[in-house]
């Protein structure tokens, strides 16, 4: 069994500054991919980022970016110049990337609040 | 982006009624798509998974007979909440895969509310 860690229910941060959100993640599996989704208020989910876990080099997509540390199994997001658009729940998740199952399991989230 | 579309987006029913919930892959085919349930402050709970044209697989705990779902088209798949009670009332979202691709598309949700 998989499982995904979010040890933060809620972090805060003042806008413009820096935000890092923790994940850990225990899989048997050695080829995996993690991602990083965003719920805002209106409950959509969003796709932050994605890494693969074959891949050494760290995910970044604009002001996002993860530190991957694939023998600590730690998958941690990184917000930068966080922006009020950026206050929603983030859940982490974990793919096992064998066979055809393409089941997500989640993190129970970490609230990111943005102050002005 | 590929976009789902999921609706209704809020439903609320009388206790015992069934209630369905479409999912719509609008611009891709999905061959597989997805069914969570979310509680208040709480993660996605995978409930089942879906293939076009093959039965769903559900998760452990998740009864079949009452959450129905049908994937009769590549772009299409329903879920039935058969004889629904209070403890149903949650937050249900669907995703859906394109085939060969790694990414998930999620639709908005439904709120549901059982009377």
């Known amino acids: 069994a998989q499982t995904v860690t979010q040890s933060q229910p809620e972090m805060s941060v003042q806008e413009a500054e820096t935000v890092t959100l923790s994940c850990t993640y225990d899989t048997s599996e050695s080829d995996y991919y993690l991602f990083w989704y965003k719920q805002p208020p209106s409950r959509q989910m969003i796709l932050v980022i994605r890494?693969?876990?074959?891949?050494?080099q760290n995910a970044t997509e604009n002001r996002f970016s993860v530190n991957f540390q694939k023998a600590a199994k730690s998958f941690s997001l990184k917000i930068s110049d966080s922006q009020l658009g950026d206050a929603a729940m983030y859940f982490c998740?974990?793919?096992?990337?064998?066979?055809?199952?393409?089941?997500?399991?989640f993190g129970k989230g970490t609230l990111l609040t943005v102050n002005p | 982006g590929a976009v789902v579309s999921q609706h209704p987006s809020r439903v609320i029913c009388k206790s015992g009624t069934s209630v369905k919930i479409e999912c719509r892959s609008l611009d891709f085919q999905a061959t597989t798509m997805f069914w969570y349930r979310q509680f208040p402050k709480q993660s996605l709970m995978l409930m089942a998974t879906s293939n076009e044209g093959s039965k769903a697989t559900y998760e452990q705990g998740v009864e079949k007979d009452k959450f129905l779902i049908n994937h009769a088209s590549l772009t299409l798949s329903t879920l039935t909440v058969t004889s629904a009670h209070p403890e149903d009332s949650s937050f249900y979202i669907c995703s859906a895969r394109q085939g060969g691709d790694e990414k998930l598309f999620f639709g908005s949700g439904t709120q549901l509310s059982v009377l």
């Open positions: 998740a974990l793919r096992n990337s064998g066979g055809s199952n393409y089941k997500l399991t």
């Open positions: 890494q693969e876990a074959y891949k050494q």
